[in-house]
Structures are given as structure tokens and as C-alpha cells.
């Protein structure tokens, strides 16, 4: 069993075995900040194909991410939108809330 300083709420706490939902959202929406191909989202996040589309059709619905052509107009590239920088956040605030509960 790992040890750590902090308790884990559900089970889960962000790095702490297997990832939530909220967590890989995080990594989505961070990592095409500045635009990305779903393969590099795919390669970068940790998931498999079927994942990468079903998060990516997740987050366009949603509108934190955003579909628009490079600059080559070949391949398609997905952007955070102002709500995606809205959820990081909103998600840093949440960590930071665990963080400081941990130090009282």
C-alpha cells in the first residue's frame, strides 16, 4: 500500500493510481493550450485511440476544446477554449483547497 501526506478523497487524488475522469480532462484541456493533434493528445495523455475521440467529442460538445486547421490547413487541431482555461482553474483552485487543508 502507498503512503502518503495526504488523505484521498473517493479513493483517488490526482497521481495517485489509476486516473479519474477529472484528471484526464485536466490533462487534455492543458495540453492543447496552444493547439495539438489528437495523436499527440493520444500520446501525451496516456490514451488509447477510442479514449482520445470519446474525451475530445466530450470536450468540443462542451466547447472547452475547439477544432481548427494548422497552419497548413491539412490536419485538424484542437485548441482550449476560454471555458477549457476556465475548468484549469477552477481544477487548480480545488487542488490548491486540498493542499491547504493538508498544512493546517
Known sequence: MKSSSVESVGGRFVGWGPRGWFEIVYS?????WDGSLKTHLMNKCNLNSKQAENYVHFLLKYRLLKR???YDSSRIIYKTTE???????????MLEFFVYRHEE
Open 28 to 32: 487534455i484541456v492543458t495540453e492543447s
Open 68 to 70: 481548427e486547421r494548422s
Open 83 to 93: 471555458l477549457g482555461r476556465k475548468y484549469v482553474e477552477i481544477y487548480g483552485k
